[in-house]
């Protein structure tokens, strides 16, 4: 199964930035959409961002549409989430994962091969 690591979270003050990046193991992952996830404390797992296996069709949670940016990489075989105008609202530990399909889609039980996530934390 595929491994996911995830970096670049951390804290910081509300208006800032962060990116997080998503490395990837094993089998190359350019046939397959990825996500990302977070899930705040007290909350389930909800959908941020997807992409497709091209890189060509990308899909966001209306919470992070106009601030959030989802690419990939696939020679790094690397996903990564650029992360604009954070609230304290973004605070939550960040996930990406592969989905079962191309097309990037918003259900969790399509994704597979989680990684451990990132912290991210945003201060008022």
């Known amino acids: 199964q595929e491994q996911l690591v995830e970096s670049g979270g951390g804290l910081v003050q509300a208006g800032g930035s962060l990116r997080l990046s998503c490395a990837a193991s094993g089998r190359t992952l350019s046939s397959t959409a990825m996500g990302w996830f977070r899930q705040a404390p007290g909350k389930e797992r909800v959908f941020v961002a997807g992409v497709s296996g091209s890189g060509s069709i990308v899909d966001y949670a209306d919470s992070v549409k106009g601030r959030f940016t989802i690419n990939r990489d696939n020679a790094k075989k690397s996903v990564y989430l650029q992360m604009n105008s954070l609230i304290p609202e973004d605070t939550a530990v960040y996930y990406c994962?592969?989905?079962?399909?191309?097309?990037?889609?918003?259900?969790?039980?399509?994704?597979?091969?989680w990684g451990q996530g990132t912290q991210v934390t945003v201060s008022s």
């Open positions: 994962a592969a989905s079962r399909y191309y097309i990037p889609v918003t259900s969790e039980s399509s994704y597979e091969g």
